[in-house]
C-alpha cells in the first residue's frame, strides 16, 4: 500500500492506493499557515487514511508528498514556495518521515499531478506531454519520451512563474509578469472584483449578499453566460493561451492537459485557450497538440505522489 | 564519414567528419532567397566538402541537415520557417537526398546546435542543459535526462518564438512580442538604429560612413565602450534574461549555454543576462544553473548535424 499526499496553497489531499493504483480511500484538510501546523495536519490526514482504511500501518510501503514550491527532492526540502510563504529550506520530508515512520519521498506538486494522470488509463496514450495545473497558482509536469521529467532537483515545470509581461505585475517569487499574475483561480477573483463596479447588471452582485467572492461563483454564473464572469474566464485564458502557446513551441507535444481545480471549468476555457493557441503558436506544432483536461482534477495529485513514491522506493526513478 | 549542414537565416555551414567528430574539413555559403537556389547551394557546399577532403563520395554514410524553422523529423519536411520564408513544406532531406544520392537526414537548427555541443568534451559535463542560439532569430535546444530532446515532430525548443511580451511587437511567425523580435542580432541592431539619433556622439555614426550597420560593428564599439552600443546589448541582455529566467523554472537545468553569432558577445552579455536571471528566476532553480557560451559556435552547429546523422543511420535516435 501507498500514500500520497499532495498540498496547494489551500488544502491538503491525501490517498490510500494498492500498488496498481487503485484508491483504497481519500481525505483532505484545509492548508494551515504555519510550517509545523502543516506537518501535523499532513500526520493527521495519514492516521485517518490509515484507520479509515483499517490497514495494518507496517502494510504502508511509502508515502509520496507533492508540494507547490521549489523543492530538492532528493533531500526532500522545499527551498521556497510562492503560495505556502511559510515555507523556507524546510524538511518536509525527513519531518514527515520521522514522526510517522514510514519512507517519505517530495515531489513538486506539478510533477504529481502529470505522474497521476499518466498513471490512469487516459494519460498512457501520450509519450510527450504536459500538465498544466490551474489553482490558486499555477503549476505543471511533464512527460518527455515516456520518462517522467523531474529537472535537476525536482522543481522543473514551474509554468506559473514564466514571465508572459515582461514589464508586468509583481509576483510572490520575486519576478514580473509571472503567468499565474494573469491566468490563475486567484487572478480570476482579482479581475472580476476589480471590474465589480462597471457591471452593475451582474448576478454576481446577488450572490456576494451571502458569500465571498469565489473562482467557484464565478465559474456557476459564467455557465449562465453572466456577462463579467464570461469576461473574467475570457480575461484568464487570453493569458493561459499566450502560455500554452509558449509550451507548445518549447516542447512541441501531443497533449497540454488542464489539471488543479480550475480545470473543471475546462468547457468554458478550452475553447478560448484553443482560439489563443492557434493564433499563437507555430505552425506545424499547434496542429499536432491535443489540449484537454483531467477527469477527476481532485484526486489526481495525491494519486501521482503515491505512485512516485512507489517507482522512487522501487528505484525506477 | 558523414556530412553536417546548419542552414541559417544568413548563411549555409558544412563540415565533413569522421564518426569520432573530427572535423576533416568545412565551408560556407550565403544563404539564397529561394528554396531551390537554397537547394542548389546545400548541394554545392557538399560537392566542394568531399572535393576538398578528397574522400570517396561513397564513403560518406549520411547527411545530417539542421534547419531554422518548424519541421517534420521523420519525413524531412520543413514546414514553415520565420527567417526563410520561401520554404513552405519544403521536402528538403529528400531534395538532397535525391540529388546528392546519400541518405540525408533533417533536424531543427536548435536541435543540432545542441547535439554538436555535446558531442564536444564541453557538453559531455551535462545531463540536462538548454541551448540558446543567437543569431538573425533564436532558436534552441535541449538535452534532458542525457538524451537529446526532439519534440513530438522535431521542432521543439523554438525559444525565439516564446511570448516574453504578451501584447508587444508583432512577430513574422503570428505570434506577439516573441523573444526573438526583442533578443536576437537583429533586435539588437533594429534598436541602435532606432537611437542613433539620440547619441550623437557615438562611435557608430562614424563607422556608418563605410558600412551597413552590423551586429557586429555594434559589439567591437561595445568593447571600446561606447555608450549606445552598450545600451544596445543592455537592451537585448534584458529580455534575454528574462526569457532565460523563463526557461530556467520550466527545465531546472544544470545549464544555459549560448551558441549562435552573438555568443561571440558572451563576455558583454553574460553579467547582464546573469543579473537579470538573479532578479527574475526562482529560488531553487537559479543558484543551481551555469550559464556559459560555446567556444566555438560556427561549426557547432553544422558538427552536430553530423551527429544526428550518424546517431539516425544507427537508430540511436
Redesign the interface.
Known amino acids: 500500500m501507498y500514500i500520497g499526499i499532495d498540498i496547494g496553497g489551500t488544502g491538503i489531499k491525501g490517498v490510500l492506493t494498492d500498488k496498481n493504483g487503485k484508491i483504497i480511500c481519500s481525505g483532505d484538510t484545509p492548508t494551515p499557515e504555519s510550517s509545523k501546523k502543516i506537518d501535523k495536519s499532513i500526520i493527521a490526514l495519514i492516521d485517518n487514511l490509515i484507520s479509515e482504511s483499517k490497514t495494518d500501518k507496517n502494510r504502508i510501503e511509502a508515502i509520496g508528498i507533492g508540494a507547490a514550491?521549489?523543492?530538492?527532492r532528493r533531500k526532500g526540502i522545499v527551498?521556497?514556495s510562492p503560495n505556502i510563504l511559510c515555507w523556507k529550506k524546510n524538511p518536509l520530508a525527513a519531518n514527515i518521515e520521522k514522526i510517522s515512520g514510514i519512507k517519505t519521498f517530495l515531489e513538486n506538486d506539478g510533477t504529481v499531478a502529470c505522474a497521476g494522470f499518466w498513471w490512469e488509463n487516459e494519460g498512457k496514450n501520450f509519450k510527450?506531454f504536459i500538465m498544466v495545473t490551474l489553482g490558486t497558482g499555477i503549476g505543471?509536469g511533464a512527460v518527455?519520451?515516456g520518462?517522467l521529467?523531474?529537472?535537476?532537483?525536482?522543481?522543473?515545470?514551474?509554468?506559473g512563474?514564466?514571465?508572459?509581461?515582461?514589464?508586468?505585475k509583481k509576483c510572490t517569487?520575486?519576478?514580473?509578469?509571472c503567468l499565474e499574475q494573469y491566468g490563475s483561480a486567484t487572478a480570476l477573483v482579482k479581475y472580476t472584483n476589480l471590474n465589480l463596479k462597471k457591471y452593475k447588471n451582474s448576478s454576481i452582485h446577488k450572490r456576494l449578499e451571502k458569500e465571498k467572492l469565489t473562482a467557484k461563483i464565478i465559474y456557476e454564473e459564467a455557465e449562465k453566460k453572466d456577462e463579467l464572469a464570461v469576461k473574467s474566464f475570457e480575461y484568464i485564458s487570453?493569458?493561459l493561451g499566450?502560455?500554452i502557446?509558449?509550451l507548445i513551441?518549447?516542447?512541441?507535444?501531443?497533449a497540454i492537459v488542464l489539471g488543479g481545480g480550475l480545470s473543471k471549468s475546462s468547457k468554458i476555457i478550452i475553447p478560448y485557450i484553443k482560439k489563443i493557441v492557434n493564433?499563437?503558436?507555430?505552425?506545424?506544432?499547434k496542429e499536432?497538440?491535443k489540449i484537454l483536461a483531467v477527469k477527476d482534477q481532485a484526486i489526481i495529485p495525491a494519486l501521482g505522489a503515491a505512485k512516485t513514491a512507489m517507482d522512487r522506493l522501487k528505484h525506477i526513478m
Open positions: 514550491g521549489s523543492i530538492d527551498i521556497s510527450t505543471g518527455i519520451d520518462k521529467f523531474t529537472g535537476q532537483n525536482g522543481s522543473s515545470l514551474e509554468i512563474h514564466m514571465t508572459v509581461d515582461v514589464n508586468g517569487c520575486g519576478n514580473r509578469g487570453f493569458y499566450a502560455g502557446a509558449n513551441n518549447i516542447f512541441n507535444p501531443e493564433e499563437r503558436a507555430m505552425t506545424g506544432m499536432r497538440v
